[in-house]
C-alpha cells in the first residue's frame, strides 16, 4: 500500500543540485569569432578569462551564457572599443617601449 512522504520534496533544490557546477570550459569557444579575441582557458574548468577585461568568471552554472553576457557590459565594450579603434596607440606605444627597453638591456649587457 502507497504511503505520502513523511518530508516534502523541494523540486527546484534537486534541479540545482544536479545541475549546479555542472558546465566546463569548451575548447570550441576558443574558435568562435564572437568570442576568440577575448576569451581563454583557465586552469579551473569551470572558470573563464576576458584577456580585455583581465578577469576571470565562473562558468560552472551559465556555461556560454556567463560570457555571453560579460561581452554585454560596459566594462567590455569599452575595452573592446579602445582596443579595436586606430586612433588608439597605446599598444603601438607600449610595444615600442618594450623594444627599447630590450635593446637597451642588451646594450648594457654587452659593454
Known amino acids: 500500500m502507497w504511503r505520502p512522504p513523511t518530508q516534502t520534496l523541494n523540486v527546484s533544490s534537486l534541479v540545482n543540485a544536479t545541475m549546479s557546477g555542472s558546465c566546463r570550459f569548451s575548447e570550441r569557444w576558443l574558435i568562435n569569432e564572437a568570442y576568440a579575441t577575448w576569451l581563454s582557458e583557465c586552469r579551473d574548468l ?35 572599443k579602445q582596443t579595436t579603434s586606430k586612433d588608439n596607440p597605446s599598444i603601438a606605444v607600449f610595444l615600442l617601449h618594450h623594444q627599447m627597453m630590450v635593446e637597451i638591456e642588451l646594450t648594457v649587457r654587452l659593454q
Open 46 to 80: 569551470y572558470k573563464a578569462r576576458c584577456t580585455l577585461c583581465l578577469k576571470n568568471y565562473d562558468i560552472s552554472n551559465m556555461g556560454e551564457s556567463a560570457f555571453k553576457s560579460h561581452a554585454k557590459s560596459t566594462q567590455h565594450i569599452q575595452r573592446s
